[in-house]
């Protein structure tokens, strides 16, 4: 989904009569990989937004044409995860859950393995609104894919955090090998009204 | 030194065109977002190309529902990333890319989804897309396949968004 209402816009000014310039969509930290570790973690994550957005373009030492990438919030590896997905590879479409009642498996992105075509990866953008909320169970949105003109997939994914704490810190992680340094991961704030 | 998320440039059509091209594309970003609303004017596939490349070095997966069937679609070495399925005439189709790492040295990889109802018919696609080529991205063009022209009031935005 395109961000294109959240441009940058000017608010007030300050006291030397320099505008001050602030925008509803910045960016709060960015990671690359670094071909020893299948893990990117996000932490020390502000609630003072609406949404965060995590943009990914990754690559994978999985030996496999593409590869999955999982989720966990505030360290919580417990069995309180849920996701719906509906996914084509350009013959089927096939729609997928999590197993009931919840599971420690968070499956939410796609990335390019080993095998894929060199120079190739996998994107995705995941969206997840009220992150801070203290009230609400958290839920995720996202749209990934991988091609590399042999083979490919287009996801979409929903999932649910079953917890009401605050998202201060969010891992996206291989369950084997490593994001190449290839990988670009990037995390940002949407602010509300 | 630009700011997370913005506005590159913008193009709304003051008389029927085949093409819609954004050039000398900074590289000061992270990635790219382009956004289109507009018909064609007898329908038409877009086609997305980047740096004038007119070759088969693009491949696309797309999922698609079309009201009454929900399918997949894939194009390999084909000459542009594109829909399978003609914008709308008369009602606007909404197209947004979001373009990944455009100026690295990877291949580059798009998400794209499709918006189309023209009540009665329609379309809704989501897609991901490939241009094989590790060049940075300094033009992006759309077209209609088969030269038919966006009609006037079509729109097109570039956007640029900035990682920390």
Redesign the interface.
Known sequence: ????E???TVLGSLSSGVAA?T????????ATGTGSSGTITFSSIPSTYAALQI?M?A?TDVASTAATVLLYANGDTGANYIRHN????????TAGASAAPASSVFTILRATGSTA?A???????LDIHDYASTTKNKVFRC????????V???I?YSGAWLSTSAINSISLYLSSGNFTT?S?F???GIKGA | MP?????IATTTLGSASATITFSSISSAY??L?L?FVGSGASGGQYRLRFNGDTATNY??????GDGTT?????Y??VDGIKSGYNIGTTNRTFI?C?I??YA????K???L?YSNDQNGSGETQ?????W?N?AAITSVGLDLIGGINFTTGTTA?L?G????
């Open positions: 989904m395109w961000q294109a959240l441009l940058n310039s925008s509803s969509f910045e960016s709060i930290a960015s943009r373009n690559r509906l996914t084509g590879n350009g013959t089927t479409v075509p120079n190739t990866t996998g994107t995705g953008i749209i990934t894919g991988t091609e590399d003109n042999t490919g997939q287009i979409l290839q670009t990037a995390l940002y | 700011a997370t998320y913005e506005k992270t990635d977002v956004v491949s696309s997966t797309i999922i698609s929900a399918g997949s679609t894939r390999t070495s947004s979001d990944f790492s690295g040295s990877t291949n990889t798009a998400l989804t989501r897609t991901v897309g490939l094989r590790t935005t956007y968004i900035l990682k920390a």
